[in-house]
């Protein structure tokens, strides 16, 4: 059975640093590109970076360029994105999403994590 499952979620003030995980199962993960989304309260669902199966990372919202990073580890099947110096405008659900790297797209969702940056 497939699963994509965030973890690490949570409250924390400004300034303050989250690391989230996407753990993964049932698929062969090291084949497939990661990437953390987020959708904040009243808005559309947004790309915030992405992995590539080799590691190469896909910065794609300026607004977390320099604070966020992604990670992954093939061998846990596991992605990460370390979030630090967060701004209540991070404030959303980050979703983990998985995509296959060659041959028939395959896409993969998690549930999501809950992120509140508040003081």
């Known amino acids: 059975q497939v699963q994509l499952v965030e973890s690490g979620g949570g ?34 669902r947004e790309l915030v970076v992405g992995i590539s199966s080799v590691g190469i990372r896909i910065n794609y919202l300026d607004s977390v360029k320099g604070r966020f990073t992604i990670s992954r580890d093939n061998a846990k099947n596991t992605a990460y994105l370390q979030m630090n110096t967060l701004k209540s405008e991070d404030t959303a659900v980050y979703f983990c999403n998985a995509v296959s790297s060659t041959g028939v797209r395959v896409d993969y969702w998690g549930k999501g994590t809950l992120v509140t940056v508040s003081s």
């Open 11 to 44: 409250l924390v003030q400004p300034g303050g640093s989250l690391r989230l995980s996407c753990a993964a199962s049932g698929f062969t993960f090291s084949r497939f590109t990661i990437f953390w989304y987020r959708q904040a309260p009243g808005k559309e």
